[in-house]
């Protein structure tokens, strides 16, 4: 199996891309939310300090991404998003980091801990990113995307330093 993740992603106006993450899942891991069991040792590391996405810089290059800009949804839930919402976050380049991104910095911890993960995302955080998704395409500008850079970076490095 490859250290290398592939997943197909849907970009900027509907196009579809392959978006790259390095492996953190067990092997012989097969749910959609991974409990603390389902990763690695060295996977719980790189997801916790968003390591694990290094491997999107080749997105970047590619230009299939930015480096801000709301995550790049899946193939197989795209068609899920209410279409007023689809609309306008495909405008953009989907981004590595954005608002929703920080927002759920511990996204993982939150499912982790509710009885039932796919209904607490799907009824609690998918809305809210959808919302900090859209109002970025609607309100991107340079002094946004530094704050997201800063921010990001911050907590990165609070990831790494307050274990």
């Not at 509907?14 to 092997?27: A, D, E, Q, W, Y």
């Not at 299939?64 to 306008?88: A, N, Q, Y």
């Not at 900090?132 to 790494?160: G, H, M, P, R």
């Amino acid at each position: 199996m490859s250290i290398i993740y592939r997943s197909n992603r849907i970009g900027k106006g509907g196009k579809p891309f392959v978006m790259f993450k390095i492996r953190t899942l067990r092997n012989d891991f097969s749910g959609s939310f991974a409990n603390e069991d389902g990763y690695t040792k060295f996977g719980k590391f790189l997801r916790k300090t968003k390591l694990d996405e290094l491997p999107q810089i080749y997105n970047i290059i590619r230009g299939d991404m930015g480096f801000i800009g709301p995550r790049p949804e899946e193939s197989k839930t795209i068609d899920l998003l209410p279409i007023e919402i689809r609309d306008v976050i495909l405008k953009v380049k989907p981004g590595l980091v954005d608002l929703a991104s920080l927002f759920f910095y511990d996204e993982e911890e939150i499912l982790q801990k509710s009885p039932d993960p796919q209904f607490t995302f799907w009824t609690q955080i998918r809305p809210t990113k959808m919302t900090l998704q859209a109002f970025y395409v609607e309100n991107k500008c340079l002094s946004l995307d530094l704050w997201i850079i800063y921010a990001t970076v911050k907590k990165i490095v609070k990831s790494l330093f307050l274990r």
